[in-house]
């Protein structure tokens, strides 16, 4: 497992950057980097259950919100896969955890994104998280506060 860092400046306060990454259309849009379609179900609350999940294969990652500071920090420990809909725990499977951080710049905001990955999605990764935060970083500064 290897953890890896991202950031992103945004010409935005963090309440909006917020609101991109978290609210249903602007996060079908920025995930869709990832997987088109891509969606989350949840209720968004400290201590709820968050299922991540592409409709092309109804597969996906089920994670538990561990820690949220609205405009500041979201944390999902990451528990299970999702195949064809349902959630598939594995003994070896191990807990990952995927965190965003949003600080103050004095002009916008930064984001700064861990991640916890097995060795063999780095590279998907790096070459997929600068695009989605690229695309965050325009629906923020290109959305009317």
């Given at each position: 497992m290897?953890?890896?860092h991202y950031s992103v400046d945004i010409g935005a306060p963090r309440s909006k950057v917020w609101a991109v990454l978290w609210e249903d259309a602007s996060y079908r849009d920025w995930t869709s980097v990832f997987a088109a379609g891509s969606y989350a179900i949840s209720d968004w609350n400290q201590g709820s259950r968050i299922h991540?999940?592409?409709p092309t294969s109804n597969n996906g990652m089920s994670a538990i919100i561990e820690k949220k500071t609205p405009n500041e920090y979201m944390c999902f420990?990451?528990?299970a896969e999702i195949?064809?809909?349902k959630e598939v725990t594995y003994?070896?499977?191990a807990v990952g955890r995927e965190r965003y951080t949003l600080t103050d710049t004095g002009g916008g905001t930064r984001l700064h994104v861990e991640l916890?990955?097995?060795?063999?999605?780095?590279?998907?990764f790096d070459d997929k998280f600068p695009k989605a935060?690229?695309?965050?970083?325009?629906l923020a500064e290109s959305t009317p506060a």
């Open positions: 290897k953890q890896l991540f999940i592409d420990k990451h528990i195949q064809n809909g003994p070896d499977t916890d990955v097995p060795d063999e999605y780095t590279a998907t935060l690229q695309r965050v970083k325009e």
